[in-house]
């Protein structure tokens, strides 16, 4: 499957996996935001109803049985639910075309499919922050949804108001930066983006690679970053300081082989991470 790119600048479509909670309205309006100062924008509301064979047959735990009736029922309350969240969006930005759809299958297949399906450029999903309440079940698989998901992924924390996207931060280690720099995704970002890049060392403590920083540097030549060096002993609050100090409006993570960053795929750095950051976190590969 080929990785596709967020493209800031021409038709901009951004697919919004919701389910209703404040965690994934505030993500939902944080698009439309985005999308504001975009041209031909495009937001797709995405609802995944999914009632297992088990849910069907067995009773739930206050005794009722999920009936067709009370399916039929759910959904037509979802498509009003996702309509009214629609309204909202259109106050927001009234030229966006903004879709719903509501599927009958997992979260993940879902997102997946509708990926395949259209040309989306950009998932935002939202993080659930540090307090239990009002938890999104989308939240909870952000990072499932980023592991599969062969375009960019953008989580987006509870406390984030969106402000236009001028300084990001680019965070990684240094090491093996052939491999880890999904160049053509981050190429295609900064190329139609005036984005001001600040890339942090995040493993300064260390003895650094002169050869590989020497490739780095010229990896990124064409976009004249500025280059930060942390040792601060938490990686992740070293990385969330940097960006508050220097108000980025953007966090850059390379969740691939090889990277710190991959074991946002498979542990909970990047719960953290999205968690205690301000600002939004891109989820980047090529």
Do not use: W
């Amino acid at each position: 499957m080929n990785v596709k790119n967020i493209n800031f600048n021409y038709m901009s479509t951004y697919l919004v996996p919701v389910d209703f909670s404040k965690t994934a309205d505030h993500a939902a309006k944080y698009a439309a935001r985005l999308s504001f100062a975009m041209t031909n924008a495009k937001i797709i509301l995405l609802n995944a109803y999914y009632v297992s064979e088990y849910e069907s047959i067995l009773p739930t735990p206050d005794m009722l049985v999920t009936t067709d009736d009370r399916i039929a029922d759910e959904i037509s309350d979802r498509l009003a639910a996702l309509e009214k969240l629609k309204a909202k969006l259109l106050e927001i930005n009234p030229q966006a075309e903004v879709e719903v759809y509501l599927t009958r299958d997992t979260i993940l297949r879902s997102v997946i499919d509708r990926v395949n399906r259209e040309e989306i450029e950009l998932i935002i999903i939202g993080s659930n922050g540090k307090k239990a309440k009002d938890e999104s079940d989308i939240g909870s698989n952000a990072i499932k949804i980023s592991k599969s998901s062969p375009v960019p992924v953008l989580v987006v924390p509870p406390k984030a108001d969106y402000q236009s996207i001028r300084k990001a931060v680019l965070a990684c280690d240094f090491k093996k930066v052939k491999e880890v720099i999904p160049m053509r995704a981050l190429k295609n970002i900064l190329s139609k983006h005036a984005l001001e890049l600040l890339v942090l060392n995040i493993n300064s403590g260390h003895h650094i690679d002169r050869e590989e920083e020497h490739f780095l540097h010229d990896m990124l030549s064409d976009f004249s970053p500025a280059y930060h060096y942390s040792d601060h002993p938490d990686t992740i609050k070293g990385i969330v300081k940097f960006a508050k100090n220097e108000a980025a409006q953007l966090i850059i993570a390379l969740p691939k082989k090889y990277s710190f960053f991959e074991s946002l795929l498979h542990e909970s750095v990047s719960q953290k991470l999205t968690i205690k950051s301000h600002v939004p976190v891109l989820l980047l590969k090529d």
